[in-house]
C-alpha cells in the first residue's frame, strides 16, 4: 500500500469518526449540510460518510430528513451499557414491584425507540408483555414523547412532547398497546446517555398515580449510574 493510500485511508477513517461523534452528540439529529460545514467537506463526501454509517447501523436517517444515532451505537458504548444495565436492573424491578406494572428502560434509536431493558412484577397476576429489544416510532406513546423531550425545542413539537418538557412526565393511551396506558419520565445518565423509565398498564388508577414513583426512580438511575 502507497503512503498515498494510506493517508487517504486514515483521512477517510478520521472523517467517519468525526462524522459519527457529531451526530451522535446532536440532540436533534444533523443533515447532510450541517455535517458538511462542521466537517468541512463537500456535501457529496458528507452523503457518502452518512450512507456508509447508516449502513452499518451506527445513525439512522429519520423522516424529517436528519441523521440521529442507531441501536449499532450500543455494540460500540456496550461498556457504558453494561454498567447503565447492571445498575438499573434491581431499580427498574423495584419499581415493577411496587406499581404492579411492566416497566421499561428506553433509549432513543434513530426516530425509534429501543426497549434497553425490561422487569415486570413478581406477584402479579397479569403482565403485560414487552420485550427487550422491542421498538416503536418515537413520534408515538409515552416513551416516545419523554425522549423527544430532550431535544431541542422546534416549531414541530407535539403538543405532547411540549407538555413533558414543562411537567417532566409523559402520558399515552392505546398508542402502542391497545387500551394500555403509557407513562414516561426522561433522565440523562452520566456521559450525555438519554433514556426514558417507561410503564404499560391496563390500570387506569396505576398510570394516574405512577408518577410520583417513577420520577424517584429515575433520580436512582441517574445517581447509581
Do not use: C, W
Amino acid at each position: 500500500m502507497s503512503d498515498s493510500t494510506s493517508r487517504g485511508g486514515a483521512q477517510t477513517l478520521a472523517r467517519g469518526v468525526t462524522a459519527l461523534k457529531l451526530v451522535a452528540s446532536a440532540s436533534n439529529g444533523m443533515s447532510v449540510v450541517e455535517l458538511a460545514e462542521h466537517v468541512g467537506v463537500h456535501r457529496t463526501i458528507a452523503s457518502r460518510l452518512l450512507s456508509t454509517l447508516a449502513d452499518e447501523g451506527l445513525v439512522a436517517k429519520g423522516t424529517d430528513g436528519r441523521y440521529r444515532g442507531a441501536a449499532g451505537l450500543l455494540t460500540l458504548t456496550s461498556a457504558a451499557y453494561a454498567t447503565i444495565r447492571a445498575a438499573s436492573g434491581p431499580i427498574l424491578q423495584r419499581l415493577a414491584d411496587e406499581l404492579g406494572a411492566t416497566v421499561s428502560l428506553m433509549v432513543p434509536e434513530g426516530n425509534q425507540v429501543h426497549a434497553l431493558m425490561v422487569a415486570t412484577p413478581r406477584d402479579a397476576r397479569y403482565k403485560i408483555v414487552f420485550a427487550e429489544g422491542n421498538t416503536h416510532p418515537i413520534d408515538r406513546a409515552a416513551a416516545g414523547y419523554a425522549l423527544l423531550s430532550l431535544r431541542e425545542p422546534t416549531p414541530d413539537d407535539l403538543p405532547k412532547v411540549i407538555e413533558t418538557r414543562k411537567n417532566g412526565v409523559a402520558r399515552s393511551f392505546a398508542e402502542v398497546e391497545p387500551n394500555a396506558h403509557g407513562v414516561a419520565v426522561p433522565l440523562v445518565f452520566k456521559g450525555g446517555v438519554q433514556a426514558a423509565v417507561n410503564i404499560i398498564t391496563y390500570n387506569p388508577d396505576v398510570a394516574e398515580s405512577a408518577a410520583g414513583p417513577m420520577l424517584r426512580a429515575a433520580q436512582d438511575l441517574v445517581a447509581a449510574v
